[in-house]
């Protein structure tokens, strides 16, 4: 009788979503507190936790994912993506650039260099010119959602995390729209650089329509709801959502109209503002499972040792560019070159907004994007762990970081704000 129950509950488990959802489950919790106790004891970002725990999840095949990435798998890796991006877009003022238009030339400057040394040295390294493409657009792009979990981590707060969390967002706007772009050309022999242009601004429009309307309806909403209100972080969420599962279908990109929503969304509401405290627990659970989402990943690739050199050599040499191109663009830009030089270091990492677009590059051309991906995912994992401790560094020796980088006790976890700034966008 108990052989038979046992029996009959196996066969039923093993038609039901259970066993991987409590391998989930169990995994996210190692990974929580993985990431508290780095963070208690050594005083690094919880980040570098969560990253060790997904890569020997990855490495062990637990968590494993199909590769490219499909289904309940991409979709949370895509709406991780698209609410980190939406807050990193609302905290970029139109104004601050407007009124420091050298940050624009930085950010352009930056991003064009790294892209062109990660081209040539790729060529010379001998890959084909698709895979050379691809790899350069990855290198562009930072990682917003690091620095933005590493600076609240430390409680870091100063010129140097605003410099970087907007150079961070800005090289990420330009390696979305390229990159989705790319991706209707990347299997194509007769993609020009006029047509790659042509399908960057039809993203990009694209992309700014969608998140404009995001804008429009979060205005809207605001003008209802209480800022501080549960209904509101609900609100919020669905319409991200929302956004993120049309964006694609309709031609744009999920996370670059997201990101474009928060970006309009400020331009609206100049005056400070922070998320509802029920968003930031549903985000902060999002992006545990990004980043845990994104090293386990990572690390199931196939790294072959025949094109270690290629890794290793864009990893030195994107850092090289991003740093090398901020210190010499540092004139006019409010910042000395010994402060762009902290600048550049925080744009080692790279993570989601890369993962996302290997494997969209994986999708569109499997011949091609198998290449990629083969350079890529090593690359993602080593600059995610190894960028965080940089960024770490730069902010604490910069003194924008806490002392120790230590959580905050309890009771001082959630500290009133001023009045101006404990309510969001007025209504």
């Known amino acids: ?32 507190l993985a990431g508290h106790w780095v963070q208690r004891y050594t005083h ?14 990855g490495w062990a095949g637990l968590a494993g994912s199909a590769w ?13 993506i698209a609410i980190v991006l939406f807050e990193a877009g609302a905290r970029l003022s139109l104004r601050w650039l407007r009124h420091n238009p050298m940050l624009v030339v930085q950010s352009l400057a930056e991003s064009i260099v790294t892209y062109a040394v990660a081209f040539l040295t790729l060529r010379a390294l001998g890959l084909d010119l698709p895979v050379v493409r691809a790899l350069s657009v990855l290198a562009v792009a930072s990682a917003p959602a690091v620095l933005m979990r590493v600076a609240s981590d430390l409680r870091a707060d100063g010129p140097i995390t605003d410099r970087s969390i907007a150079l961070a967002t800005l090289n990420t706007l330009y390696a979305l729209t390229l990159g989705t772009a790319m991706l209707r050309s990347i299997g194509r022999a007769d993609s020009s650089m006029l047509a790659s242009v042509g399908l960057s601004l039809a993203v990009l429009g694209i992309s700014l ?17 209480r800022a501080t209100s549960q209904d509101t972080a609900v609100v919020m969420l669905a319409l991200v959502g929302a956004c993120t599962a049309v964006a694609g279908p309709l031609g744009g990109s999920a996370p670059l109209a997201a990101l474009l929503g928060g970006l309009l969304l400020k331009h609206m509401y100049p005056r400070p503002w922070v998320w509802p405290r029920q968003l930031g627990t549903a ?4 992006t545990i499972v990004m980043f845990v989402l994104v090293s386990s990943t990572a690390a199931q690739a196939d790294w072959q040792v025949a094109l270690i050199w290629a890794v290793l050599a864009l990893i030195v040499v994107r850092a090289l560019a991003k740093v090398g191109a901020l210190v010499a663009m540092s004139w006019g830009s409010g910042l000395s070159p010994r402060k762009s030089f902290w600048v550049g270091v925080t744009m080692v990492p790279m993570s989601s907004v890369a993962l996302l ?31 965080a401790v940089l960024v770490s560094l730069a902010l604490t020796h910069t003194g924008e970081a806490a002392k120790s980088g230590a959580e905050p006790p309890p009771n001082e976890a959630a500290p009133e704000l001023p009045p101006e700034t404990t309510q969001g966008p007025p209504p």
């Open 44 to 57: 690094l970002p919880k980040i570098i936790g969560y990253a060790v725990v997904g890569a020997i999840a």
């Open 357 to 387: 677009l290997t494997s969209q590059f994986a999708s569109a051309a499997p011949a091609i994007g198998e290449k990629v991906s083969a350079v890529a995912l090593p690359v993602i994992l080593m600059t995610e762990l190894v960028g």
């Open 209 to 225: 329509v969608l998140g404009g309307a995001l804008a429009l309806l979060l205005a809207g909403a605001f003008r209802i709801l």
């Open 1 to 32: 009788m108990t052989e038979h129950i046992t029996s009959g509950w196996a066969a039923a488990w093993s038609h039901t979503p259970g066993p991987q959802a409590l391998e989930w489950a169990l995994l996210l919790a190692v990974a929580a």
């Open 283 to 286: 985000a902060y659970m999002l």
């Open 68 to 80: 490219p990435l499909g289904g309940v798998s991409l979709l949370l890796l895509e709406l991780a």
